[in-house]
């Protein structure tokens, strides 16, 4: 899984005016969780550069090193995050407003990923079945660190009445 990184400016303000004003400068306001237990830091970041994050391979479950305009984070420490949640406009499709929240990089998360299909089953070509993809996406538990991008599922020696079950899924550093 890819790293990557976003800078931020911390926010003093609130409200609809002023997310409005944020959003015309070319920032988006966002909301930081779990920095200190129980507060929250409302942040504004480029939303440029959160689009990029977010059509990238890995997606949602990118985990974001975010950086202060200024090159300090708060309390000078590495600040990761993951996407928690994300508002797009419904007309033109822009980022409205973003949550991150921060993860210990020595504690399993819970993320969904997708699952991608490798080959061509035999069933398919030999006996004229279909492939029928019903889980396109798992939830697995892993450390934030060892995040797939996507987990890959071989599915050529499948012949007709055949299937993958999740139990069948490779699980190394993975739970399911």
């Given at each position: 899984?890819?790293?990557?990184?976003?800078?931020?400016e911390?926010?003093?303000?609130?409200?609809?005016?002023?997310a409005?004003?944020?959003?015309?400068?070319?920032?988006?306001?966002a909301?930081?969780?779990?920095?200190?237990k129980?507060?929250?830091?409302?942040i504004?970041?480029?939303?440029?550069?959160?689009?990029?994050i977010?059509?990238?391979e890995?997606?949602v479950?990118?985990l974001?090193?975010?950086?202060?305009?200024?090159?300090?984070?708060?309390?000078?420490?590495?600040?990761r995050?993951?996407?928690?949640?994300?508002?797009?406009?419904p007309i033109?499709?822009?980022?409205?407003?973003?949550?991150?929240?921060?993860?210990?990089m020595d504690?399993?998360?819970t993320v969904?990923?997708?699952?991608?299909?490798?080959?061509?089953?035999k069933?398919?070509k030999?006996?004229?079945g279909?492939?029928?993809?019903?889980?396109?996406?798992v939830?697995?538990?892993?450390l934030?660190?060892?995040?797939?991008?996507?987990?890959?599922?071989?599915i050529?020696?499948?012949?007709?009445?055949?299937?993958?079950?999740?139990?069948?899924?490779?699980?190394?550093?993975?739970?399911?």
């Amino acid at each position: 899984m890819a790293a990557a990184t976003l800078k931020f400016e911390k926010r003093e303000t609130r409200g609809k005016n002023e997310a409005r004003r944020l959003r015309a400068s070319g920032r988006i306001p966002a909301v930081l969780y779990g920095a200190e237990k129980g507060k929250a830091f409302e942040i504004a970041v480029d939303p440029k550069a959160l689009l990029k994050i977010l059509h990238s391979e890995s997606g949602v479950n990118t985990l974001i090193g975010l950086v202060a305009h200024d090159g300090l984070s708060e309390a000078g420490r590495d600040t990761r995050v993951l996407v928690k949640e994300y508002q797009l406009d419904p007309i033109d499709h822009k980022l409205l407003h973003a949550d991150f929240y921060q993860v210990a990089m020595d504690k399993m998360l819970t993320v969904t990923v997708p699952v991608a299909l490798k080959g061509e089953a035999k069933g398919v070509k030999q006996q004229g079945g279909i492939v029928d993809f019903v889980n396109r996406e798992v939830e697995i538990e892993v450390l934030p660190g060892d995040i797939p991008e996507n987990i890959t599922v071989d599915i050529s020696e499948l012949m007709l009445n055949q299937g993958v079950r999740v139990r069948d899924l490779p699980t190394e550093g993975v739970k399911w």
